[in-house]
């Protein structure tokens, strides 16, 4: 069996009016994040980096943001559907690390659920996800609270088709 691996990384900025989701889990907090879906920036950075680990291409040509069947759409669904395009490639999810780059709000307590979300989601056990969450010092537009990036990094089996 060959395992393969890739990298993803998404940001977005903050705005007033919208929710904060992060991993499938909405995060009580003032401001939620800019994008044409629910702009889980956790989930997208995982995403590009399974496909990347396929070989396949971005979510923005899966799931372009031109087409309005994706506005506000759970980013949670559109994982579900990458584990389906791995799936149909001869690929299945091995394991998903991602550091969560914010000053605020603090994650540590919501980071189990976002585990389960995206274990369940991709059918693996809750050891091949980890999650950290850590802060940027102070730095750039993440230090000046502006918004969230995410650094993910996933291996992916290859299956017989």
Not at 5 to 15: T, V
Not at 21 to 32: A, D, R
Not at 45 to 62: Q, V
Not at 77 to 89: F, P, Q, S, T
Request: charged content about 25%; overall charge neutral.
């Amino acid at each position: 069996m060959n395992i393969f691996s890739g990298c993803g990384y998404d940001a977005h900025r903050f705005s007033n009016n919208r929710k904060l989701i992060l991993g499938g889990v909405e995060i009580p907090f003032e401001e939620g994040l800019v994008g044409h879906s629910d702009a889980d920036v956790l989930l997208h950075a995982i995403m590009d980096s399974l496909l990347s680990a396929a070989g396949l291409n971005d979510i923005g040509f899966f799931f372009p943001d031109s087409e309005a069947k994706y506005k506000d759409v759970s980013s949670l669904e559109l994982l579900k559907k990458v584990y389906g395009i791995l799936k149909e490639n001869g690929f299945e999810p091995n394991n998903v690390t991602a550091a969560i780059i914010c000053e605020e709000p603090k994650l540590k307590d919501y980071i189990p659920l976002m585990k389960q979300n995206i274990s369940k989601a991709l059918k693996v056990s809750l050891n091949r996800v980890g999650l950290a969450a850590t802060t940027n010092e102070g730095m750039g537009f993440i230090g000046r609270k502006e918004g969230i990036g995410v650094i993910a990094n996933s291996t992916v089996k290859e299956k017989k088709l």
